[in-house]
């Protein structure tokens, strides 16, 4: 007994189909090349976000080896 017909016995409704990821329809950037200009928005956006990531850690770094560390006694600065 196939599925479909298992289900309407029992009295289930027929089971859902799962929805395929909406495709990208905007224009490619080079015809020949399978990037799309929506790809290469969410790329820049990414990479934006991840340089600010990093340099909050950088700052984090040096407030650490400049203030905290010499503060807490974990060292001593050569310059001072």
């Known amino acids: ?10 009295g289930l409704p027929p089971r859902q189909t799962k929805k395929a990821a909406p ?18 928005r969410e790329f820049v956006s990414l ?3 991840g ?3 990093g340099i909050g850690a950088m700052a984090l770094l040096w407030i650490t080896v400049r ?6 006694g974990w060292w001593q600065l050569s310059d001072g």
């Open 1 to 10: 007994m196939g599925e479909a017909r298992r289900r309407s016995s029992q």
């Open 23 to 40: 495709k990208d329809d905007s224009p490619r950037i080079v015809a020949w090349l399978p990037l799309t200009q929506n790809q290469a």
């Open 47 to 49: 990479t934006s976000k």
């Open 51 to 53: 340089a600010w990531v």
């Open 67 to 72: 203030f905290i560390g010499p503060a807490a």
